[in-house]
């Protein structure tokens, strides 16, 4: 239905891992460069699926149920860090997996760069949060660097997932650390900033690699609305996120 025509039914990058491997210096998919998309990952898992259940659909929605499923377990790994309750998090993870809102990205099999990036993203704060608690400088190193390696895996999905370098800025802002003798919490967090190096590093990497693959072009060469004031864009923004707020509460 709607964009699996396109992403998948007519993805020539898709067809075996070979070519999908090609897309990591591709748009995605590679017909529609004007779109300024870049998922090698996506392509990845689309071409893995395509040789085991080939063009038949079923295969590709089980794969996304599969990979939904990972989220939620993730969701509810995250929540036992954050609210420190088995029971809580248990609560929070169900809401989580029955939530209408998500039926867009798991019912549509072009919604795969949602879950791929969902799925790396909150790999990678959980290891990021793991990390911030290591007294061990090796362990931590480790543990920072396997979370920018999910980070890239993020972005590679689905380009949204760039943002994870501003919720692990967030995360780090307003934890509240273990207090040493004599430190401060706010002192421990200025001391943890160097942390961020790495992942700001991963989002200028993930920038080069868009940039070749886009062969210079960053954003889309068609925007919504075109040749519509501005005035018509905000509100018709206002609305549709008026409506995904409605959607979630």
Not at 57 to 69: D, E, R, V
Not at 141 to 170: F, M, Q, R
Not at 231 to 245: C, D, I, R, S
């Amino acid at each position: 239905i709607y964009d699996d025509r396109e992403f998948v039914q007519q993805n020539g990058s898709i067809r075996s891992v070979g070519a999908a491997i090609d897309a990591f210096v591709s748009p995605f998919p590679p017909e529609q460069p004007e779109g300024g998309r870049y998922r090698p990952l996506t392509a990845l898992s689309y071409a893995v699926d395509y040789s085991l259940f080939g063009a038949t659909p079923a295969g590709f929605h089980l794969s996304n149920i599969a990979t939904y499923l990972a989220v939620v377990l993730l969701v509810y790994l995250l929540f036992c860090q954050l609210l420190g309750s088995r029971l809580l998090a248990s609560a929070g993870a169900l809401i989580f997996a029955a939530h209408p809102v998500h039926c867009e990205a798991v019912d549509s099999i072009a919604g795969r760069s949602e879950l791929l990036s969902a799925a790396f993203a909150l790999g990678a704060l959980s290891l990021f949060l793991w990390a911030l608690e290591r007294r061990a400088r090796r362990t931590r190193a480790l543990a920072v660097g396997a979370s920018c390696l999910l980070y890239l895996g993020a972005a590679l999905s689905k380009e949204t997932g760039v943002v994870l370098l501003g919720v692990v800025a967030a995360a780090l802002l307003f934890r509240v650390p273990a207090r040493s003798e004599g430190e401060q919490p706010r002192q421990r967090r200025w001391a943890d900033a160097w942390l961020l190096l790495p992942f700001a590093a991963v989002a200028g990497g993930y920038f080069l690699l868009r940039y070749a693959a886009l062969s210079g072009g960053m954003i889309p060469t068609y925007t919504i609305l075109v040749g519509h004031p501005l005035g018509a864009k905000l509100t018709t923004m206002g609305t549709v996120q008026a409506h995904y707020l409605g959607l979630l509460v």
